[in-house]
């Protein structure tokens, strides 16, 4: 069964517009003022307010809807952010309308009506869009095509305007208010992924930190994470297989003091054995990631002050 937002997922500032489900908000913002921590915790993919025009063009229905999802890291998102003060913003809009961690032109065309295409040129879809998971998700592995149908361009344009661009807008007014309060702020956009395969004698990461191979975050961020990991007995990986994508490109900007690190999570650390429901490990994840949280928080916190110090070279641009 597909779910819309639980009572408690709409707690804070509602903002966007769902194209099909009216009066379901696209994202939801829950942040103190004063700020508690200079931590913004985000969910992109969390989302699970299903229109019901959506899944009657799904070919598989909910099966393919609930393998698009990070499977309730909305509940880990918001535990964190219960447990630490960070400011959060969780995502209603499925991945399946709408990839919030892609750019709004990373599309396959082919999904669409040859009407609603754009005329011949440009650079094409990138490599993510050709394997199926662009701004639309088109085809998912061992199920194939998703849809029953092309789209057509007021598909595009009213998911762009409803869901992507003021989910955005609302992300980096967030990091720009914590910037200004302590010198510096820090993005974690928490994901889930697939248990990964395991080697001989080598234990499978149970967490991926993404950082675009030191593009996004300073180094001492990405230092302090995997300590805290180490410390709690959680293997980590770094940048491989995920390093970040659209959400990370856009909003960081580590020499003016925005800081920004993808996480992805084992799915099957917190969820039951088929992948579907909360299990026993939920509330050790959050313990685990509110310690986490508030050992960067400091970090960034320390970075703030130094630039208070020194001045941020580009905090005007």
């Known amino acids: 069964m597909i779910e819309r937002p639980d009572e408690n997922d709409s707690q804070g500032e509602p903002g966007g517009r769902i194209p099909g489900a009216p009066g ?34 799904l070919r598989h229905g ?4 609930i393998k698009l999802e990070d499977r309730y890291v909305d509940r880990l998102a918001q535990g964190v952010a219960a447990a630490t003060g960070a400011s959060l913003l969780v995502a209603h809009a499925p991945r399946a309308m709408i990839d919030l961690n892609r750019a709004p032109d990373d599309i396959d065309w082919e999904m669409f009506a040859r009407d609603a295409r754009p005329l ?6 990138s490599r993510r869009a050709r394997s199926g998971l662009g701004l639309i998700p088109r085809r998912l592995p061992l199920l194939g095509e998703l849809w029953r149908r092309r789209f057509v361009a007021e598909d595009l344009a009213d998911r762009i305007a409803g869901i992507h661009e003021p989910y955005h807008a609302t992300l980096g007014s967030v990091l720009v208010r ?15 992924m697939p248990p990964l395969p395991s080697r001989p004698g080598v234990a499978s990461a149970q967490i991926v930190l993404g950082d675009r191979f030191g ?34 490109e856009r909003h960081a900007n580590p020499r003016a003091g925005i800081h920004a690190l993808q996480i992805e999570i084992d799915r099957s650390r917190y969820l039951d054995p088929a992948l579907v429901e909360p299990g026993e490990g939920m509330a050790d994840m959050i313990e685990d990631l509110a310690g986490l949280v508030r050992r960067l928080a400091s970090v960034v916190a320390e970075l703030g002050r130094d630039a208070g110090a020194q001045g941020w070279p580009l905090a005007a641009e």
Do not use: K
């Open 62 to 65: 909910p099966s393919a809807a």
């Open 215 to 248: 593009a996004t975050c300073h180094g001492s961020v990405v230092a302090s994470a995997f300590a805290h990991f180490a410390q709690v007995g959680r293997e980590a990986a770094h940048n491989r297989p995920y390093a970040g994508g659209y959400v990370l």
């Open 24 to 57: 379901v908000a696209a994202f939801v913002l829950e942040e103190r003022e004063p700020s508690a921590i200079p931590v913004l915790v985000a969910a992109p993919h969390g989302g699970r307010a299903y229109p019901r025009a959506l899944m009657a063009d």
């Open 120 to 125: 011949e040129g440009g650079t094409g879809p």
């Open 178 to 192: 914590l910037r200004e309060r302590w010198g510096a702020a820090l993005l974690i956009d928490l994901h889930s």
